[in-house]
């Protein structure tokens, strides 16, 4: 079965830089979820779009923005990234906005900033 | 507000042994409650979900969990752990909109 793609698997940036992370949800699902998870901590939600639209934020940092396309697929733009953004970012999709009903996650995109 | 309680940070137990993993929620409205695993580098995967009617869910891998709404827990268990089972549990509550929210996890070590 198709699962949640996140592209890439691993990622290192300089500080001050910018990064993408691509997000393709599992087909024909339409919300698409950002989770940060620091180093030995648990996942913290970041943002989530419905329908393409930004459906609930959480504690993303202004550096940060992120839109979900037509095709669904999502990126997160990170700028002036700090060495405290180094973790593991997770992407999960749903089909509409009704979490128990699929909520899979991707397998995560590690960014390491130095 | 929700919040979830994972009362272990780690837990050791010995292969073929049984493991208990606590999970506590509070919560002001009906919640759906799940576990989920993950692995050294890689994604969380669920393991089962609570989200009405028997209290008793199981899961895969052998795992199965209590809701019990008076002492708002949602424990896992399972009656014996492999080598394999070595991984990070997360326990994390999802009210009907659009996020979950994530105890801070259980490192269950499983020694051969």
């Known amino acids: 079965a198709a699962g949640v793609i996140q592209s890439p698997r691993h990622l290192i940036k300089e500080k001050r830089e910018t990064a993408t992370l691509k997000c393709y949800p599992i087909p024909r699902h339409d919300t698409v979820y950002w989770y940060q998870q620091g180093p030995g901590q648990d996942p913290q939600f970041l943002i989530s779009f419905y329908e393409k639209m930004q459906s609930d934020k959480g504690s993303i940092p202004d550096r940060f923005s992120a839109q979900q396309f037509s095709d669904y697929h999502s990126e997160l733009n990170m700028s002036s990234l700090e060495l405290g953004d180094s973790a593991l970012y997770f992407c999960a999709s749903s089909l509409d906005y009704r979490p128990p009903y699929g909520y899979t996650f991707g397998s995560g995109t590690r960014l390491t900033v130095v | 507000a929700q919040s979830v309680t994972q009362l272990d940070s780690q837990v050791p137990v010995f292969e073929e042994a049984p493991v208990e993993l606590r999970c506590n929620y509070s919560?002001?409205?009906?919640?759906?409650l799940f576990w989920y695993v993950q692995y050294p580098n890689q994604g969380l995967q669920l393991l089962l979900k609570?989200?009405?009617?028997?209290?008793l869910v199981k899961g895969i891998n052998g795992f199965e969990a209590e809701f019990n709404k008076s002492q708002t827990s949602f424990h896992m268990r399972k009656p014996s752990v492999h080598i394999s089972d070595t991984a990070e549990y997360f326990c994390a509550v999802g009210p009907r909109t659009y996020k979950y929210i994530f105890g801070t996890g259980t490192r269950l070590k499983v020694l051969a």
């Open positions: 609570y989200l009405s009617g028997s209290t």
């Open positions: 919560s002001s409205v009906s919640v759906y």
